[in-house]
T-cell receptor
Framework: KQEVTQIPAALSVPEGENLVLNCSFT??????LQWFRQDPGKGLTSLLL?????REQTSGRLNASLDKSSGRSTLYIAASQPGDSATYLC?????????????FGEGTQLTVNP | DTGVSQDPRHKITKRGQNVTFRCDPISEHNRLYWYRQTLGQGPEFLTYFQNEAQLEKSRLLSDRFSAERPKGSFSTLEIQRTEQGDSAMYLC????????????FGSGTRLTVV
């Protein structure tokens, strides 16, 4: 059974700081990995998708890396802003044999202070 | 296409009542998933459809829960005889299978059972 762990559970930083969110998963047989953002009481917004054959993806100030063999991914946020405050969720997508379902971590709650 | 739509956004119901939620996926997506998220946790898989066929149900989906996707378009999730433990955010997502593309989530339906 796939298990996903995110560290830290919560993080508070001053505006402008660079930060790293960590995600680990127990079963390396994944199809891809997706990072999401969730604002309080809202749905999930996709940030980055990394295919299992890829090592990293970048979008603006966000960079996500994937080390499939060691079961790890990181989300790097450069020059953080108060608008980045949200919960960040890591999710691994299983292969077709598991219906390609997503398994989520519990999230990292990020607060960026002005 | 405006993405994945869920209705209603919020539902407050008395214990023992039945509720039904609707999800309209992205039109060209052939797979539709339902997830449940309780406060402070990551979303958990409930069930998924490929076209109109329900291919898998989680053990979280008790006999009081039923989901349908008639004609492979929109889907409904019904909860009968609601209990306070059913209070959660119910999220719907869709993908086009085997394309390598990521999930798109709706805004969710927040259910409160009083």
């Amino acid at each position: 059974k796939q298990e996903v762990t995110q560290i830290p559970a919560a993080l508070s930083v001053p505006e402008g700081e660079n930060l790293v969110l960590n995600c680990s998963f127990t079963d390396s047989a994944i199809y891809n990995l997706q990072w999401f953002r969730q604002d309080p009481g809202k749905g999930l917004t996709s940030l980055l998708l990394i295919q299992s054959s890829q090592r990293e993806q970048t979008s603006g100030r966000l960079n996500a890396s994937l080390d499939k063999s060691s079961g790890r991914s990181t989300l790097y946020i450069a020059a953080s802003q108060p608008g980045d405050s949200a919960t960040y969720l890591c999710a691994v997508q299983g292969e077709e044999t598991s219906g390609s379902r997503l398994t989520f971590g519990e999230g990292t709650q990020l607060t960026v202070n002005p | 296409d405006t993405g994945v739509s869920q209705d209603p956004r919020h539902k407050i119901t008395k214990r023992g009542q039945n509720v039904t939620f609707r999800c309209d996926p992205i039109s060209e997506h052939n797979r539709l998933y339902w997830y449940r998220q309780t406060l402070g946790q990551g979303p958990e898989f409930l069930t998924y459809f490929q076209n109109e066929a329900q291919l898998e149900k989680s053990r979280l989906l008790s006999d009081r829960f039923s989901a349908e996707r008639p004609k492979g378009s929109f889907s409904t999730l019904e909860i009968q005889r609601t209990e306070q433990g059913d209070s959660a955010m119910y999220l719907c997502a869709s993908i086009r299978a085997r394309t390598g593309a990521g999930y798109t989530f709706g805004s969710g339906t927040r259910l409160t059972v009083v």
